[in-house]
C-alpha cells in the first residue's frame, strides 16, 4: 500500500490558500467598475471543494505528516466539514448581503478562505507552534473583516478585537513557551508522555493555565467574554455568522486536543477549571442576554452562554465526553449561522433595524423568513426535535453521568432562562406590524441566500431529527483523540 | 392485523403533513378551514380505530411499536396506548374537529399559521399520550409548547405577546429540572423505556434519597402543567388571550395523564410519600379556585378558576391512592375535557354575537336564544356535577373513593361541589335570566355549525353519565397496573 503523500493530509487548506490567491490576483486585475460579486461564487466553489477533499481525505487511513506536526484522522475530518460548511454559508450569505459598491470587495471574500485556512489547520495541528500559526492567520483574517464596514461602530470592534484578540494570544504563545520548558517538547503526544513520569509538574500546570486563558477568550467563555458583544454588534452581520462560529469550533478542537491530547495526566485540574467557566459562562450569558434591546448584542451573550453549554462536555473526561463537545460544535454552527442569516437579512447590512422591537411583524414581512427564524429560535432554546435538543441533551447527559449533576441542573436552568429572551424576539417577530411602514415586505434573497437558507435548515432539522450518523461521526472521532 | 401495528405512528403523521399541506395551501375563501377540518376527522376516524380494536382484558399496551431512533444514546422510538391513554387519545381526535368549527368565523386574520399550527398542537397532545420513551415523550412535552405560544402571541387580544411569555416561562422552566431527573434516571439504569425503568425503580435499590428528588422533580413539572395550586398563575392570561380552540386543550389532561403515568406510575413509593401533600394543596386549589371564580366579572377568568378548581378534582382522585377514586379521577379528565370545551365554546359564541366577556354586559338572553340557553344550562349542570351527568360520575367516585383515607380534606372539598353549583349557576343567571339588557342587539340563535360541535358534546355528556361501563372497565385495568400494589382496592383505607 502506498503511504499517503504529505501534501494531501493539508489538501483542503492548499485548496482554500490557492483559491484566495486567486481571488486577490483576478480582484487585481479587474477594472474598477468590474463586477465583484462572481469572486464569492469562485470562493464558495474553492470551499466546496476544500469540503470534498477533507471527506475524501476522511477515507484514506488517519496518519501524520510534515514531521509530525499535523495529523489527518476523524477528529479533524469531522471539524473540517463543519468549519468548511460554515465558510461556504458565511459566503452564501455576503454574496447577497454586502453591497456591490462596496470597496475591496476581492479582498473580503479572499479573508474569508485565508481565515477558513487557518481555522482548518488548528484542527488538524497536533504540534504547538503549527497550533499557534493556525491561530494567527485565522484570527488576523477574522480582525480585518470585523472592520470591514468602516463605519465607526466597525472599526471600534475591530480594533477591541484585535487588542483584546492578541493579548490572548500572546498568553497562548507564553503557554506555549513554557510547556517547551517544562517538557522539552511541542509535540501533544510527547507532553503527554513526559507529563505522565513527572510528580509535580508545576510548569506545566502554569503552562495550561495561560493555554486556558488564550483558548477561553478564543471561544468567549468567561470571565474572558467581555470582548463579545461590541465586537459582534459592530461587525457586518455575515461577518458574525462567521467569526461567531468557525473559530470557536476550532478553538474547541485546539481545547480538546491539548487537554486530552496533551494533559491528560492533568485532568482533574483542567475539569474543575472548564466547570467553573461553564457555570460563569452561562450564568453570565444567559443573565446579560435578557436585558439586551439590540438582537445581535443578545445574540452574542447568548454565544457566551453557547460556549458554556458546551464546556459542561469538559466534566466527563471520557470518549463521551469529547463526542458531546464535538457534536455540540456542530449544531451550535448549523443554528448560529442560520439565525445570523436572517439577522442579515432582517436588519439590513448597515444594522439599521437591528433592535428587537425593529422585528415586530417580520413573519408578515418575510413568510418563508420568518417562519425559519422561528426554528432557529427553538433550536436555541433547545426544543425536542431540533439540533440545539439533541446536543443539549447529550452534553447535560454525559456530565450527568459523570456525577456533575448540579453543573447539569445550572446549566437546564439556565436553558430555562434562555428561552425566555429568546421568545422576546419570537413574540415580536409575530406580534402584527403597528405602522404601514412596518408591513412592507422584505426582499427574502436571492440564489445565494437561498441556498445558505438551506443549507442551515437543513442541517439544523437533520440534527435534530436523524442525528445518528452524526453522533457516529463524533464518537469516531473522539475516539482517535483518546487514543493518540 | 398489520394496520394495529403503525396506527399510533399514522395518527402522529397525518396531523403533522396536514399542518406542512395547509402551509402551502392558498388562502382563499375557506379552503384553509375545510382542508383542516378534513384532515381532523380522518384523525378522529383513525381514533376511533383504537377503541374498537383494544382488548380490555388484556394488561399492558397495547398497539405498541418500537423502534431503534439514536441508537447510541439508547433512545428508541416507542409508542402504544393503555386503558388510560387510550381515551384520551380519542378525546383529542374528538376535540379537534369541534375546535376547527369553533375558530370557522372567530379566526378572521392569518388563517393559514393559525391551522398549521393548531395541527402541530395535535401531533404533539397525541404524541405526549403514546410516548412510551422518556425522550420522546420529553420531545412532545415541549413540542406542545410551541404552536400554544405562538398561537397566544399572534391571536391574544391585547397582551397576547406577555400572555404567551408568562405562558412559556411558566411551563418551560419546571421542564429543566425534569430533564436532569430523566438524564440521571438514564445514568443508573442506562434505559430511556418507559417500562424497563418503571421495573428497574420497582427491583433495583437506588439511593432512595435521590430518587425522592427525582419524583419531585417529575411532579414538579407536571403539578405546574395541571395546574395545581399555588402554580396556577399562567393560567387565567393564557384562557383570556389564548383563541377557543386552543384555550380548551390547554389545561388538564396532559398535566394529570402526566403524573398518573410518569409520576404515580414510575415512582409508586415516592408519589405515595407525596400523596398526603398534593391532596392538601388539591383541597385548597379547589376551594381557592371556586371562591375566586365566584368574584370574577369576565367569563373567561371564571372559567379559569374554575377549571382550576375541577383539575384539583382530579388530582384528588389520583393521590388519594384509593383505586375507585383513581378511577373517578380519570373518568373526570374526560369529563371536564368534554364539558370545559362545550362551555368554552359557548363563550366564544357569545362573543362571537355580542362581542364581550363582561357578565354584566349580559341579561336576560334565554328568551332570545333559547337553544344557546339551554346548551348553556345542560353544560353548566354537568359541570355542577347533577346526577344523570358524567360530572356526576367523576365526583362521586372521587369523593366516596377517597374519603376513608382523607376524611377531613375530603370533607373540606365536598364544600367545593356546592361553591361550583353557585357559581355556574349565578353565571348562567345572569347570563340568560333576570333584567333583560335592552341595548344588546339582537343576534340569530345557534346556526348549524354551531349545532354540529354542540350536539355531539350534549349527548356525550348524557352518555357519559349513564352508561359508565362503556369506558370504566379500560381505565380501571390500566390503573390497577399503573397503582401496582401500593393503593388497597376499592375504597379500603390506606
Not at chain 1, 46 to 72: E, M, R
Not at chain 2, 12 to 30: E, H, I, R, S, Y
Not at chain 2, 184 to 194: A, I, K, M, V
Not at chain 2, 402 to 428: D, E
Request: hydrophobic share 55%; glycine share 8%.
Amino acid at each position: 500500500m502506498n503511504p499517503v503523500p504529505d501534501f494531501v493530509r493539508i489538501l483542503p487548506e492548499i485548496l482554500l490558500v490557492v483559491t484566495g490567491l486567486l481571488v486577490m490576483l483576478i480582484d487585481a486585475s479587474l477594472g474598477k467598475a468590474a463586477a465583484r460579486r462572481p469572486l464569492g461564487w469562485l470562493a464558495a466553489a474553492g470551499t466546496l471543494s476544500a469540503l470534498i477533499a477533507s471527506l475524501w481525505l476522511s477515507t484514506l487511513p488517519a496518519g501524520v505528516a510534515y514531521f509530525g506536526t499535523v495529523k489527518s484522522d476523524a477528529f479533524s475530518a469531522f471539524f473540517h466539514f463543519v468549519i468548511c460548511s460554515v465558510v461556504l454559508s458565511a459566503l452564501l450569505i455576503s454574496i447577497d448581503a454586502v453591497p456591490e459598491n462596496s470597496h475591496h470587495l476581492g479582498e473580503y471574500f479572499a479573508l474569508f478562505l485565508f481565515g477558513a485556512s487557518g481555522m482548518c489547520l488548528m484542527t488538524s495541528a497536533v504540534e504547538l507552534l503549527l497550533v499557534f500559526l493556525g491561530l494567527e492567520i485565522s484570527s488576523i483574517s477574522t480582525y480585518v473583516l470585523a472592520g470591514y464596514r468602516k463605519s465607526a461602530t466597525s472599526t471600534e470592534s475591530a480594533i477591541k478585537y484585535f487588542l483584546l484578540g492578541s493579548f490572548a494570544t500572546a498568553f497562548f504563545l507564553y503557554g506555549v513557551a513554557m510547556v517547551f520548558g517544562a517538557t522539552g517538547t511541542t509535540q501533544l503526544t510527547g507532553i503527554a508522555d513526559k507529563l505522565a513520569n513527572t510528580q509535580t509538574p508545576v510548569l506545566a500546570l502554569l503552562a495550561l493555565g495561560l493555554m486556558l486563558v488564550g483558548l477561553g477568550f478564543k471561544v468567549s467563555a468567561a470571565p474572558f467574554q467581555v470582548w463579545t458583544p461590541d465586537v459582534y454588534e459592530g461587525a457586518p452581520s455575515p461577518v458574525v455568522a462567521l467569526m461567531s462560529t468557525a473559530p470557536k469550533a476550532a478553538a474547541f478542537a485546539v481545547l480538546l486536543r491539548i487537554t486530552y491530547g496533551a494533559f491528560p495526566s492533568l485532568h482533574g485540574t483542567w475539569e474543575h477549571l472548564l466547570m467553573v467557566m461553564a457555570a460563569l459562562s452561562m450564568t453570565i450569558g444567559n443573565l446579560a442576554a435578557l436585558r439586551q434591546k439590540n438582537v445581535k448584542r443578545m445574540l452574542a451573550y447568548s454565544s457566551i452562554a453557547h460556549a458554556g453549554y458546551l464546556l459542561v462536555a469538559f466534566a466527563a473526561f471520557s470518549p463521551d465526553g469529547i463526542a458531546a463537545a464535538i457534536f455540540y460544535t456542530a449544531t451550535y454552527a448549523a443554528m448560529n449561522v442560520g439565525i445570523f442569516l436572517i439577522v442579515s437579512k432582517a436588519s439590513g447590512y448597515d444594522d439599521r433595524g437591528a433592535l428587537i422591537e425593529n422585528f415586530r411583524g417580520f413573519i408578515y414581512r418575510a413568510p418563508l423568513l420568518g417562519t425559519i427564524l422561528i426554528v432557529f429560535l427553538a433550536s436555541l432554546i433547545g426544543i425536542p426535535f431540533t439540533a440545539g435538543f439533541v446536543g443539549k441533551f447529550y452534553v447535560f447527559a454525559v456530565a450527568i453521568q459523570s456525577g456533575a449533576v448540579w453543573l447539569g441542573l445550572v446549566g437546564l436552568l439556565n436553558s430555562g432562562v434562555a428561552g425566555f429572551y429568546y421568545l422576546r424576539l419570537a413574540a415580536s417577530a409575530v406580534k402584527a406590524p403597528a405602522t404601514a411602514e412596518e408591513a412592507q415586505p422584505i426582499y427574502q434573497g436571492g440564489f445565494a441566500l437561498q441556498l445558505a437558507l438551506l443549507i442551515t435548515l437543513a442541517s439544523v432539522l437533520i440534527l435534530g431529527v436523524a442525528p445518528q450518523r452524526a453522533l457516529n461521526a463524533a464518537k469516531n472521532a473522539a475516539l482517535t483523540i483518546q487514543t493518540q | 392485523m398489520a394496520l394495529n401495528d403503525y396506527i399510533l405512528t399514522l395518527l402522529l403523521t397525518v396531523p403533522l403533513a396536514g399542518a406542512f399541506v395547509v402551509w402551502l395551501l392558498p388562502q382563499k375563501g375557506k379552503v384553509i378551514q375545510g382542508f383542516t377540518l378534513l384532515v381532523t376527522l380522518l384523525t378522529l376516524a383513525m381514533t376511533l380505530h383504537l377503541p374498537a380494536h383494544f382488548d380490555a382484558a388484556r394488561t399492558g399496551f397495547q398497539y405498541e411499536q418500537k423502534l431503534p431512533w439514536i441508537e447510541s444514546l439508547g433512545i428508541n422510538y416507542h409508542v402504544g396506548v393503555d386503558g388510560l391513554s387510550l381515551w384520551l387519545v380519542v378525546l383529542t381526535g374528538l376535540l379537534a374537529p369541534i375546535g376547527v368549527l369553533a375558530s370557522w368565523n372567530a379566526i378572521q386574520k392569518r388563517e393559514k399559521q393559525f391551522y398549521a399550527l393548531f395541527l402541530v398542537q395535535q401531533t404533539a397532545m397525541i404524541g405526549v399520550f403514546v410516548s412510551l420513551d422518556l425522550i420522546l415523550y420529553y420531545g412532545f412535552w415541549e413540542l406542545s409548547l410551541i404552536p400554544m405560544a405562538a398561537l397566544i402571541a399572534m391571536h391574544g387580544d391585547k397582551h397576547g405577546g406577555k400572555a404567551a411569555l408568562k405562558f412559556f416561562t411558566y411551563t418551560f422552566i419546571p421542564s429543566a429540572p425534569l430533564l436532569v431527573a430523566i438524564l440521571w434516571l438514564y445514568g443508573q439504569t442506562r434505559t430511556f423505556d418507559y417500562e424497563t425503568l418503571r421495573a428497574a425503580i420497582a427491583t433495583q435499590s437506588f439511593s432512595s434519597c435521590s430518587l425522592y428528588w427525582v419524583a419531585l422533580a417529575f411532579l414538579f413539572a407536571f403539578a405546574v402543567k395541571v395546574p395545581v395550586f399555588p402554580l396556577h398563575g399562567w393560567l387565567a392570561d393564557t384562557f383570556v388571550e389564548a383563541p377557543t380552540a386552543l384555550a380548551m386543550v390547554v389545561a388538564g389532561k396532559l398535566g394529570l395523564y402526566s403524573m398518573l403515568r410518569f409520576h404515580i406510575g414510575l415512582f409508586p413509593q415516592q408519589a405515595r410519600a407525596a400523596a398526603p401533600w398534593v391532596v392538601g394543596l388539591a383541597v385548597i386549589g379547589l376551594l381557592y379556585g371556586a371562591c375566586m371564580a365566584l368574584a370574577q366579572r369576565d367569563m373567561k377568568r371564571l372559567l379559569a378558576f374554575s377549571t382550576v378548581s375541577h383539575l384539583s378534582f382530579c388530582t384528588l382522585g389520583l393521590y388519594s391512592f384509593v383505586l375507585l377514586a383513581a378511577d373517578g379521577g380519570v373518568y373526570q379528565i374526560l369529563n371536564h375535557g368534554i364539558s370545559g370545551a362545550a362551555i368554552f365554546v359557548l363563550m366564544g359564541v357569545l362573543y362571537e354575537r355580542y362581542g364581550s366577556y363582561e357578565i354584566n354586559h349580559y341579561g336576560g338572553l334565554a328568551g332570545k336564544l333559547p337553544w344557546l340557553a339551554t346548551f348553556f344550562v345542560v353544560t353548566s349542570l354537568s359541570l355542577v356535577g347533577l346526577p344523570m351527568l358524567n360530572g356526576f360520575i367523576g365526583e362521586f367516585l372521587v369523593l366516596s373513593g377517597s374519603f376513608p383515607a382523607y376524611p377531613r380534606w375530603v370533607a373540606a372539598a365536598t364544600l367545593g361541589v356546592i361553591l361550583s353549583a353557585a357559581y355556574m349557576l349565578w353565571l348562567v343567571q345572569r347570563i340568560f335570566y333576570g333584567k333583560e339588557n335592552k341595548q344588546l342587539p339582537s343576534a340569530p340563535d345557534l346556526g348549524l355549525r354551531e349545532h354540529l360541535i354542540l350536539w355531539p358534546l350534549a349527548a356525550l355528556m348524557l352518555v357519559m353519565g349513564v352508561a359508565t361501563h362503556a369506558w370504566l372497565p379500560a381505565i380501571h385495568s390500566a390503573n390497577e397496573t399503573t397503582y401496582g400494589s401500593s393503593t388497597t382496592g376499592n375504597g379500603g383505607a390506606r
